[in-house]
């Protein structure tokens, strides 16, 4: 169950990461970003250096 929880944190935690990085385009861009295109420029920038599932787990 403790696994499932930190998925569960990490995933709530990468989705305002991208919500944030939407606002955060339009503002500086100007680009209107949809949900999927968000996801998809966030992950291929920022996926690699989010915190590990082990860090959402509590020891």
Known sequence: ???E???ATRMVEQ???IKHYRQEVL???GRVLD???A???WITRHAATF???EAFTSH
Do not use: N
């Open 5 to 7: 929880a930190a998925f």
């Open 39 to 41: 996801a998809l420029e």
């Open 15 to 17: 989705v305002q990461h």
């Open 27 to 29: 503002l500086v861009e």
């Open 51 to 53: 915190p590990p599932i």
């Open 35 to 37: 949900d999927d295109t």
């Open 1 to 3: 169950m403790e696994a």
